[in-house]
């Protein structure tokens, strides 16, 4: 007896030919992988190897930078400007260990945006406290004005200036410096909350540029913000860079703008290069997979670790403490050692002077006068015949009158 063609015969199973693309499917859902799956291909960010690499690069920069806030808190001398040395200093650990752990928690899920809000909030105090230790080492906003007040602003394109030909400096240009960074303090930690309360309701996705997607708002949002401050700053360094160059700014300058600025747009680029292919947009991952945006982000935090390295070296230059140590020994009667370093320390994680700097710059009685700098005595740059050799003393906080007109 024959069989009609294309059918089975009698008590034979049919089989099922649409079964085997179901496993491909499975992996793209983010569902499980076995462990004899082939299909789970090793990361190399989740790699003992890469974990080591990452750990040795951040636990010797750790220890560097430990050892240089040791020392400033250990000639604590001149703490108007240590405070803000040590908390540019800090940016090292926080970097470095922040995105160490966010390498360790690397899956399908995004832990690590937890942990980048804290070094992103971290980004906006860096900035601030640069300029506000670039105040301390002229004399504070009274001397400053004393030396710049009615020069014309240099026009030029590279220092982006261009649209100032004509102006002159004034109160207002320090203020302005201020408010510009003092804005970043606010709109960062802002925006780290919106980050993580949008990732929780499952509208945030690094590397998503989707309109309908948080990143791409929050993203614009924050290269405004970061470049209103960072334009900032590089005016008032081209504004005061002779008044500044015995304290030696440039490499100052450039080790926290690369640090903040570079780090910013290195994990743009990656997020852009992971959605246009050149970074593959899902990998396995302990056999679950990853999503967009994280990889790179990935990618991102490894490149952060082997970067802190350098900057702890680059700071350890930008920053050394042999003059304070110098101050220090000439003291006549030096406190405990103990007691020195944990009052300074203390001091430096204090919050207080930003907001008074804050309350100060915005308050709407700004224009009636400038607040002077306080400092117990000369600083370590009021060297002889240096800028700050030919300023008085500013052993004592003074308000000097600025008329209307000039703001």
């Known amino acids: 007896m024959t069989h009609a063609p ?109 942990l980048d809000s804290v070094r992103d909030c971290y980004e906006a105090f860096v900035i601030y406290s640069f300029l506000s230790l670039c ?38 240009f320090l203020r302005f410096c201020k408010q510009a960074t003092l804005q970043f303090c606010v709109v960062k930690p802002g925006m780290a909350l919106v980050t993580i309360v949008l990732q929780a309701v499952g509208k945030y996705h690094d590397g998503d540029f989707n309109v309908r997607s948080g990143y791409l708002y929050v993203t614009l949002l924050y290269n405004a913000s970061v470049s209103l401050a960072l334009y900032a700053l590089t005016l008032f360094y081209f504004a005061t860079r002779e008044l500044l160059r015995p304290f030696e700014p440039v490499l100052k300058f450039l080790t926290v703008k690369a640090v903040v600025f570079l780090s910013f747009w290195q994990g743009v680029l990656l997020a852009i290069l992971e959605r246009c292919g050149a970074i593959p947009e899902v990998q396995a991952v302990d056999g679950s997979r990853v999503g967009a945006g994280t990889l ?69 009685t700004y224009q009636h006068y400038t607040q002077q700098a306080t400092q117990e005595g000369p600083g370590p740059g009021a060297r002889p015949g240096g800028a700050g050799g030919s300023r008085k003393s500013r052993s004592a906080e003074k308000r000097m009158l600025i008329p209307t007109e000039e703001l």
């Not at 920053?319 to 103990?338: G, I, L, N, R, T």
């Open 6 to 114: 294309g059918l089975p015969a009698a008590g034979s199973q049919p089989s099922p030919p649409a079964a085997m693309p179901m496993e491909p499917a499975g992996l793209l859902r983010g569902d499980r992988v076995g462990n004899g799956s082939q299909g789970a291909s090793p990361l190399f960010l989740t790699s003992p190897l890469a974990r080591g690499i990452s750990g040795v690069f951040v636990w010797t920069a750790l220890a560097l930078t430990c050892h240089q806030i040791y020392l400033h808190l250990r000639s604590y001398t001149v703490p108007s400007e240590q405070r803000y040395i040590i908390r540019l200093l800090l940016i090292v650990p926080i970097y470095a260990l922040n995105s160490w752990l966010s390498l360790l928690l690397l899956g399908a899920h995004q832990h690590y945006i937890y």
């Open 135 to 172: 105040f301390q080492y002229l004399g504070g906003e009274s001397a400053i004005m004393a030396e710049i007040r009615g020069k014309p602003v240099r026009s030029s394109c590279l220092h982006g200036t261009c649209c100032l030909r004509g102006v002159a400096y004034s109160i207002g």
């Open 296 to 364: 790179a982000a990935g990618y991102q935090n490894f490149i952060i670790c082997i970067e802190m390295l350098f900057a702890a070296l680059a700071l350890r230059y930008a920053f050394p403490c042999q003059v304070y140590s110098e101050k220090k020994d000439s003291s006549p009667a030096p406190a405990a050692a103990m007691q020195s370093i944990s009052s300074g320390l203390k001091e430096t994680m204090s919050p207080q002077d930003i907001v008074q700097d804050a309350v100060h710059n915005f308050s709407p």
